[in-house]
């Protein structure tokens, strides 16, 4: 399916803990529980969720949901294959059935059908209905329903009602600390840590437009990406315009502000 990224046999990428966020994974896990990421986007949700799948020595399908994404896309669909029509599972219903660990990322982005089908999911039941082949899966030992979303994003059209949020445990997550990014940043980047510690300043107080000048601020993945430009060798300047800056607006007047603030902020 579009969108689906599936991860196996894969060793644990690199995830530097900001709390107990591992600890109510596992427990989550071991309780068959679904759990719930809110965060900003790019605080690294995903990472954290491929990072505990390989701890877990769990498959992870990931779906990354959008505007079109249906139940039938995560169920499954029947399709021709060879002048014959065949039933191929969704991901969803791969992990069910696998015992693996399916993460919906951005859930809120999907249609509203999809809701629908996670209920029984998520409660003592753990079944998938699949009305097309009349199936009712049962989920196989080990599997778990991660989703996450951003709900200082979404708009009042898209959030997730009382009653679907309130089937998940729910860990909220945000930006690291200095202390934190600045490892991390060196670390995916290559860059010193030195040279990572301006960057990271930066993007605190770029953060801190948010809600002002900027809808969001900007992400530890773009600081990642400006590091990497910067020890690939080019100009510091170039680097935090084309990773920092141009993706938070497209608004000259709020560029020009924000370019003020980055000659501010590195001299």
């Given amino acids: ?9 894969a060793s644990a990428p690199f995830y530097l803990p900001q709390g107990d966020e591992c600890d109510i994974f596992a427990a989550a ?7 719930l990421l809110k965060g900003p986007t790019g605080c690294g949700k995903t990472r954290f969720v491929a990072h505990m799948a390989a701890r877990l020595g769990r498959r992870l399908y990931t779906v990354a949901c959008h ?8 169920i499954g669909r029947h399709l021709l294959k060879g ?4 039933w191929v599972d969704g991901p969803l219903t791969r992990a069910v059935r696998e015992g693996a660990i399916c993460y919906l990322d951005e859930v809120v982005e999907a249609r509203k059908d ?10 003592d039941r753990r079944i998938l209905p699949i009305d097309r082949t ?3 899966l049962q989920a196989a030992p080990g599997f778990m329903l991660v989703a996450s979303y951003n709900p200082g994003y979404q708009n009042i059209m898209k959030t997730l009602k009382p009653s679907t949020r309130q089937r998940f445990l729910s860990v909220e997550f945000g930006f690291p600390r200095p202390e934190h990014e600045i490892p991390v940043v060196a670390r995916e980047s290559g860059l010193d840590a030195d040279r990572v510690a301006l960057l990271v300043r930066l993007a605190g107080k770029l953060r801190a437009l948010k ?9 530890t993945r773009l600081v ?3 590091a990497t430009l910067i020890a690939g060798g080019m100009a510091l300047d170039r680097a935090i315009l084309a990773a920092m800056i141009e993706p938070l607006t497209d608004d000259a007047d709020t560029r020009k502000g924000l370019l003020d603030l980055v000659m501010a902020v590195t001299g």
């Fill in 1 to 9: 399916m579009d969108g689906t990224f599936e991860q196996k046999g």
């Fill in 29 to 35: 896990h071991a309780a068959n529980l679904p759990l």
């Fill in 67 to 74: 505007d079109d994404l249906s139940a039938a896309d995560l």
């Fill in 83 to 86: 002048g014959e029509t065949v």
């Fill in 114 to 123: 999809v809701a629908v089908v996670l209920h029984p999911l998520t409660d």
């Fill in 134 to 136: 009349a199936e009712e």
């Fill in 211 to 219: 809600g002002q000048d900027l809808e969001e601020g900007v992400s």
């Fill in 224 to 226: 990642v990406y400006a």
